[in-house]
């Protein structure tokens, strides 16, 4: 479903797909175990050394980011970064774990700002529901506990955006909770509004055709 929104060529698709078998392999290696910060950057080593393409390679060390301000640069590591923290965010929710307050042993918060930072960098669409209808074929969830989890994950990558580094002029609070009033599946397309509502705060049009807009609906509601 990701390499459909994001309109990847069948090259890059099974270089994806590649990528997603080897991701977690270096974890079984002694190095890893030694050195537990090396994974991912050996996992591209040994990538490379076993003959593997380039994005491959990069994309196995790329899908821990961000980490210390570096984000990921290439195509197929920022779709297997997102994969890799949906994966984690769907599992641990649909079996009723989520973090309260300040406690989040297994890093969800982590991984939720994680997605929306590899996203907004990369700047494609990311249908968050087709995202878990793939996660949720792959991971055979049943339909019940599927159709209670899914609005749970989405709500909670959603409300990453009030903790967002955004860009100057960083939009209000008022504007994120306005678009998000409205129903948001794309998330690119909701940070793209809460930009555009932002830039437009203010102006005497806005306001203009906010009353428009609250008049034809109390003439509706009636």
């Not at 008022?174 to 690119?188: H, W, Y």
Request: hydrophobic share 40%; proline share 8%; charged share 20%.
């Amino acid at each position: 479903s990701l390499a459909g929104a994001w309109g990847l060529s069948p090259n890059e698709r099974g270089q994806l797909e590649q990528a997603c078998q080897l991701a977690k392999a270096d974890l079984a290696s002694t190095m890893v175990k030694e050195f537990p910060t090396l994974q991912g950057t050996i996992g591209k080593y040994y990538a490379q050394a076993s003959g593997e393409p380039p994005d491959v390679a990069i994309a196995i060390e790329e899908h821990y980011l961000p980490l210390g301000g570096k984000l990921p640069k290439t195509v197929v590591g920022s779709a297997l970064a997102i994969l890799d923290k949906y994966d984690t965010l769907a599992s641990y929710f649909n079996i009723g774990i989520e973090p309260t307050g300040d406690q989040d042993p297994f890093g969800l918060r982590r991984a939720a700002q994680g997605i929306v930072e590899v996203a907004w960098t990369i700047k494609r669409p990311l249908p968050l529901d087709q995202l878990f209808q793939g996660w949720a074929a792959a991971a055979a969830a049943s339909p019940n506990s599927a159709g209670k989890t899914q609005p749970r994950i989405t709500r909670y990558i959603l409300e990453r955006l009030d903790n967002f580094e955004w860009p100057k002029p960083a939009p209000a609070t008022d504007c994120i909770d306005a678009v998000l009033a409205s129903p948001c599946d794309n998330l690119i397309d909701a940070m793209d509004r809460i930009v555009s509502l932002q830039q437009l705060a203010g102006h005497p049009g806005l306001r203009k055709a906010a009353k428009v807009i609250e008049r034809t609906r109390n003439i509706l509601r009636g």
